[in-house]
Structures are given as C-alpha cells and as structure tokens.
T-cell receptor, first 115, second 110 residues
Framework: NAGVTQTPKFQVLKTGQSMTLQCAQD?????MYWYRQDPGMGLRLIYY???????DKGEVPNGYNVSRLNKREFSLRLESAAPSQTSVYFC??????????????FGEGSRLTVL | DAKTTQPPSMDCAEGRAANLPCNHS???????VYWYRQIHSQGPQYIIH???NNETNEMASLIITEDRKSSTLILPHATLRDTAVYYC???????????FGKGTKLSVKP
C-alpha cells in the first residue's frame, strides 16, 4: 500500500517556467488537498477537492491551478513560477467528503525552488 | 487567530513518557482536538483525535480536561524516532480545513 505518492520530490525552476506537481492516492479516498509549508508559517491550504470532479480554493490559491483527474489523482500546476512559490508542497487525502475531515494522510512532499 | 497554544519546544529522555500540553480555551462544543506530528521534513502524520472523552490508540493517549480548555498528548515510552514537531489542532479556516500552527518541537534524548 503506497498511500499518497507525490512526484517529483525535488524540482528547481527558473522564474516564469511552468510545471505540474502530481499526486496519487491508492486508498479510495474522496477528498484530496494541496498544502504548502514555509519556514515559520505552518501548513497553508492551496486548493482542495472534496470529490471527483470538484475543486475549490483554499487559503492561498493565487498562482496555482489544480485538476482532479479522477478519484486517485489530484495535480497542482504552476503556470508561471515565481520565487515566492519556493516551498515544500504536500498532497493529502482523506476518506471523508469535504474539507472538514480530520484524519488526513500526507505524501512525503515535493521541494520546489524557483530561482 | 491562534486557537491553540503549545510550548515551542520540549525535551524528553528516551524510554520516559512524553507529555505534550495544549491550551485551547476558546474551543467550541462541537470542535474536536486533533494531534499530528511531522518528523524532520516528512509529511505530517495523524496521531489521534478526541472530543470529550480520553482516547488511546497504538501510538498515544489523549487526555482532555473536563472543561475541554486544554489537553495533553502522552507518548508512553518515547523513543528517538518520536523526535518531531507535534501539532495540536482545533482551528479551522474559512473553508473548514484544519489549520496547522507552529507546534511543539519534541526532542527525545538518549
């Protein structure tokens, strides 16, 4: 059982480049989330998907887009990367439907540096 | 608005119980208390949650005071692998998502 798998684990981009972070879960969970974690800031919610086919903005959605490709996969896209998007990105999922579910399963993180 | 208060850091001797406190004096009646931990730079890991009653699982015990204004996470026999940042969470954002604050950095020492 892999749980939540994120790719890539590390990425370096130049300002203005685009990229997509991939996330897949094999637990048949309904809800999936993207967080970012910056030093001293805790985790902040970027976007979430309460169920297949739906997505909603979190606390810090600007500069990002998401796609819930199917029940397993939830991708995060940076269309034009900026240095302020240098961060560690975590994908998470939960069985419950909706953003309020409490037992979240997290991936190992994707470390992104924008130069 | 921080709804939880945790000490920034704590030390614990290996093999002893680690007791991590959390104050949540403004918790409302239907809000759960969740505990997660984050080891080094890994993804956060769910530990336990509770509403009113004390809870225990294979990882830890959660003791919630009768007035629900504070709680304690207990790791009964701490090991070096329990060194991590521990998050006590009751706060939710505008979308209902759990908000992770700064947590307590627990260092288990040999």
């Amino acid at each position: 059982n892999a749980g939540v798998t994120q790719t890539p684990k590390f990425q370096v981009l130049k300002t203005g480049q685009s990229m997509t972070l991939q996330c897949a879960q094999d637990m048949n969970h309904n809800s999936m989330y993207w967080y970012r974690q910056d030093p001293g800031m805790g985790l902040r919610l970027i976007y979430y998907s309460a169920s297949e086919g739906t997505t909603d903005k979190g606390e810090v959605p600007n500069g990002y887009n998401v796609s819930r490709l199917n029940k397993r996969e939830f991708s995060l896209r940076l269309e034009s990367a900026a240095p302020s998007q240098t961060s560690v990105y975590f994908c998470a999922s939960t069985e419950g439907q909706g953003v309020g579910a409490g037992e979240l399963f997290f991936g190992e993180g994707s470390r992104l540096t924008v130069l | 608005d921080a709804k939880t208060t945790q000490p920034p850091s704590m030390d614990c001797a290996e093999g002893r119980a680690a007791n991590l406190p959390c104050n949540h004096s403004t918790i409302s009646g239907n809000e759960y208390v969740y505990w997660y931990r984050q080891i080094h730079s890994q993804g956060p890991q769910y530990i336990i949650h509770g509403l009113k009653n004390n809870e225990t699982n294979e990882m830890a015990s959660l003791i919630i005071t009768e007035d629900r204004k504070s709680s304690t996470l207990i790791l009964p026999h701490a090991t070096l692998r329990d060194t991590a940042v521990y998050y006590c969470i009751v706060n939710r954002g505008s979308q209902g998502n759990l908000i992770f604050g700064k947590g307590t950095k627990l260092s288990v020492k040999p």
